[in-house]
């Protein structure tokens, strides 16, 4: 009889491409990076074919782990649909989530609404705001979950996906290459600005502050508007925006990841449950908040 694919091992596998590397991988799944490399030896003599690719930088899929990802994706979603048919124990009390406006404008309103038709008994209350406000409010126990975008090459917390931050302008105006830099920034507290202020001192370049924010749907408009170029993400960047890159004098893209962090405290059934549905709400999109990263 064929040995069957273990839905630990896909799972692993899955974990590895979403996070590029065996050792957050093995963070993320609470396994050891040792485990991680068995069950993926494991995996690869199954399919009697490599899976990944370990080249420079993050682990990617080769074209057999591409077919087994397509595969791997839903199989796990179907598992999880189907463990959480079964917890028929009601939850009550409440949750408290705080998430990028970006995030929370596109996969929190399906996490919500399947939630609540699971769990009618619990409170869910939602703050949107930068993640500078949201690591404070994490930090001063006024959370219990948060969705953020983590400084480059900060660790914990469960990754959910990866985004790349990079400069952007408007593909209808030239405002990129005026004499004096006009740039769109958050308020202070966040990582964004002092990255965009950091590349501007390393640029040279000339620059005035033309716009500030505190959400990143404001900085998008200003961007599209031409007022200013900007920090976006992939995931944040409107269709008549494009990234400036090298080429165009600005420095190189940097990857981050969006995580989900807990607070220590927040062990209740109803935190649990709702970091249960965020996780399952991005597996299940197959990668699309993420497919232009």
Known sequence: MPAQF??????????????GSFTLAARQIGRTQS?????????????????????????????????????ARPILTHLERVRANFDTQPIDGTVR?????????????RILGRFAESNPQVEVTVKCAHSGILYDALERDELDLAVVLDRPGQKGGTILMRDRTFWATSKHHKVHKHDVLPVALFDP??????WA??????????????????????LKA???????????????????????????????PVNSNVTLRKHPDAASKAVSAMADA???????SNGAFSERG
């Not at 995996?43 to 595969?71: F, H, I, N």
């Not at 998430?99 to 929370?104: P, S, T, V």
């Not at 507290?189 to 002092?194: A, F, P």
């Open 222 to 252: 200003a961007v599209s508007a031409g007022l200013a170029v900007g920090a976006l993400t992939d995931s944040m960047l409107p269709t008549d925006c494009r990234p400036l890159l090298p080429a165009d004098g600005f420095p190189k």
């Open 6 to 19: 273990e839905s630990d091992l896909l799972r692993t596998f899955v974990a590895i491409i979403d996070t």
């Open 97 to 109: 989530i705080g998430i990028l406006a970006e995030y929370g404008a596109t996969f929190m309103p």
């Open 197 to 218: 202020l950091d590349t501007l001192r390393r640029m040279k370049r000339p620059y005035r502050t033309a716009y500030t924010s505190d959400n990143n749907f404001n």
């Open 35 to 71: 485990a991680v490399s068995m069950q993926m030896k494991r995996l690869e003599e199954l399919a009697g074919t490599p899976l990944l690719l370990r080249g420079d930088g993050a682990v990617r899929p080769s074209d057999a782990g591409e077919k087994l990802l397509e595969d």
């Open 278 to 284: 965020i996780r399952f709400e991005v597996r299940q």
């Open 189 to 194: 507290g966040c990582w964004w600005r002092d």
